[in-house]
């Protein structure tokens, strides 16, 4: 049974999270930084640095929300990054910064589903995914998109939520972390959906092995932080 952020809704699991991170737009940047204690910066750098060896020109930002991962790509100096997200109210956040930082001519955001994508087939160098494929309906559907829009030996790297394993950091995840975020994003479901979807999510050596399942070369996952998150690379 799909874990979902609304239990009394019946909407799919794709309107509810578009539902969910349109509720908290306006506060999720600084609620991933301060839950995070600024580390998922630290994690974003990591992962884009796995990119540096290929030097790809045409980046794609998948579940961009306010578009972090896609300005963090600039640093491999590409021609063009595009982000694409299901939620209007994170996209309108990420613009907004866009815009201030004077990015618009190498970024642009727009409304997409990753399970659905708009791209020609072998149209980008790389993609990136930043806490996004847990929230997919359908995860094989959308990674095969995914790699369907990559060009041949493009890469895909993956930074997503793993199942930590200190009792502590396991206690602040699952207890400490809702409660904040309830109190300031104001949606009490949000918060609690984080825990329930990263535990009900394959991660590590499952989740490699449903990247090679799909028809992605030489998966690899990095964990990070008491295994708080991970980063997988992958090729077409």
Not at 12 to 37: C, G, P, R
Not at 76 to 103: A, C, F, H, Q, Y
Not at 203 to 218: A, P, Q
């Amino acid at each position: 049974m799909a874990v979902i952020p609304y239990k009394e809704k019946t909407e799919s699991k794709k309107e509810q999270v578009a539902t969910m991170f349109n509720n908290i737009s306006k506060k999720y940047d600084f609620l991933n930084h301060f839950l995070s204690l600024g580390i998922d910066i630290l994690w974003r750098k990591k992962a884009i640095r796995l990119l540096k060896p290929s030097q790809p020109k045409q980046i794609l930002d998948i579940a961009t929300g306010t578009g972090d991962f896609a300005i963090e790509a600039l640093s491999l100096k590409p021609t063009k990054v595009t982000g694409i997200d299901i939620s209007e109210g994170m996209l309108n956040v990420g613009k907004e910064k866009i815009k201030n930082k004077g990015l618009q001519n190498v970024v642009e955001l727009k409304l997409g589903d990753s399970e659905n994508l708009e791209f020609e087939d072998n149209t980008f160098d790389a993609y990136t995914v930043g806490f996004g494929v847990r929230n997919f309906e359908n995860l094989e559907k959308g990674l095969s998109e995914m790699l369907r829009v990559l060009k041949p030996n493009g890469t895909a790297v993956i930074l997503e939520c793993s199942k930590p394993k200190s009792p502590l950091i396991k206690f602040y995840f699952n207890k400490v972390l809702p409660g904040i975020g309830k109190l300031v994003s104001k949606d009490s479901s949000a918060y609690t959906y984080l825990p329930e979807s990263v535990n009900a999510f394959p991660d590590g050596e499952e989740f490699t092995n449903i990247l090679t399942k799909v028809g992605y070369k030489n998966p690899t996952s990095i964990r990070l932080m008491f295994g708080i998150a991970s980063i997988y690379k992958a090729n077409k």
